[in-house]
């Protein structure tokens, strides 16, 4: 896990020293994403320049270091992330004549571009990872981020150079950029509470979207031009979806838990790979609970786990993580928060996240990645269950909700929606008690009473400040509006499930956990969000994940199930 940067100075005015000098400017930047070392490498021939920092996980040596080239010297690679299947990936390169030096998987990226091409290497990388990576045969620059986006790559314009980094401020830190907000993209953190890609905060500035390659030529680049339009997916959501629809799985209920069961342990055993001391999240929630029970099953030692819990009662859920812990015999530990913690962090806030973001956990998610990093270098985290599994408010009752409108005439509906809203939040949740937010949710029944597509649902439901209104702004485009993403055929519950894995996972959860645990050092790594979930989650019927029954409705059935055979029921089922 490190941090990448790096230009291309199209004038070219500037001597190597200069060149070097401010990419080690704009490396140093963003050294809380890679405390253990930096480098900067510069191509001979070219103004093109990159910067690394280093946060040492896998091979801890020199080997490991970066910029490196690769063994036939036309690649160089600066990379942040780690891959999971570098050691099967090694055995099939060295069985064709490979040979390394060192035992990092960056090394093994390159040896698989160099021996298979760029695009069928990506096809076989199985982790979580951003990269720039120069081609100096061909004089091409690519710039590739992970298929479903736990890593960040930012490319825009300072002046005349082509700039690219990890996180904005790198970019700042170019002399030649101009910070300029890009009231498009406000308008959109309005609406989003996060700046969805490929957009940015910054004219002139884009965040590389999930699954997705630009490669440039970078000398006949014209200065200023649009960077998205040359953006491209080299895996699509909507190919990996029908393709597992197609094949659909057939086995019975207790075969697929058994199934489900055994590619998770698989998952979390590839991210207990580390040279560094590693622990886990654990909120008492079923994501974070399933991967620690697995985590423990495989471990011949305590698991270390970490808890944050909070004065406020109905937020605190630090008593359940605790029992869970207990339950599975982890080395656990705890931290209570107060209001004092919370605003401690707010000065930090805009270092931390670089771009307007209002995710709810933002704070909290800093601070429990603080508290782990005191002893761990690496956590797992339960991210990825509620989107792939349908395990979110919406995707359960937007459908009932939807269904039950049709029945209502217009006129109804919008009456119903003015006497909910004449109720304060605060008074819904005094009249409903033990149930937080409950008056937030009715607000937002309220607010989607008066649509009727299925896409302006659930832009309502995944909005915040729906009222808000920008100056000189222009709607933005989401990748979801892109017609080769239409998923017309699907249930609006699976809809809702591969919109968000589209935007809401990448553009706000993603985002909140990255910036949050790099702030800290510390490496996160999420098992649910292994491309192997993803696929055998869209394989099964939608019963599997959403279950209706006499008892009412339950998300993440089949991830409940594999719980169930770790901790018992009455540990995690609760509201």
Known sequence: MCGLTGFFAKDAKLGHAALHSICQTMTETIAHRGPDGSGVWQDPDVSLVLGHRRLSIIDLSTEGAQPMASASERYVIAYNGEVYNYPALKIELERAGAVFRGGSDTEIILAAIDHWGLKLALGKLNGMFAFALW???????????????????????????????????????????????????????????????????YKGVWSLPAGHILSLDVQKLPSGSNLAAEMAPYWHHLDVLKEAQY??????????????????????????VSDVPLGAFLSGGIDSSAIVAIMQKISDQPVKTYSVGFEQQGFDEAPFAKNIAQHLGTDHHEMYLSGQDALDVIPDLPDIYDEPFGDISAIPTYLVSKFARGDVTVALSGDGGDEMLGGYNRHFMGPVIKSRMKYMPQFLRGGLAKFIEGTSTQRWDNMVKNQPQFGTRMHKLASILRLNSEEEIYDRLTSQWRDASVLDAEPAALLMDDPSYDASDLSFAEKMMYWDALTYLPNDILTKVDRASMACGLECRAPLLDPRIYDFAWSLPEDYKIRRDKNGVQGKWILRQVLQKYVPAELFERP
């Open 135 to 201: 081609d100096r045969t061909e004089r091409r620059l690519h710039l590739v981020r992970d298929r479903l986006g736990k890593k960040p790559l930012y490319v825009g314009w300072a002046g005349n150079a082509l700039v690219f980094a990890s996180e904005m401020k790198a970019l700042r830190a170019h002399p030649n950029f101009a910070a300029e907000i890009n009231r498009d993209a406000l308008a959109l953190y309005m609406n989003k509470a996060c700046v969805p890609a490929p957009h940015s905060i």
């Open 247 to 272: 094949r659909e799985n057939r086995l019975n209920e207790q075969d697929s838990i058994e199934k489900f069961d055994s590619i998770l342990t698989e998952c979390v055993s590839d991210r207990l």
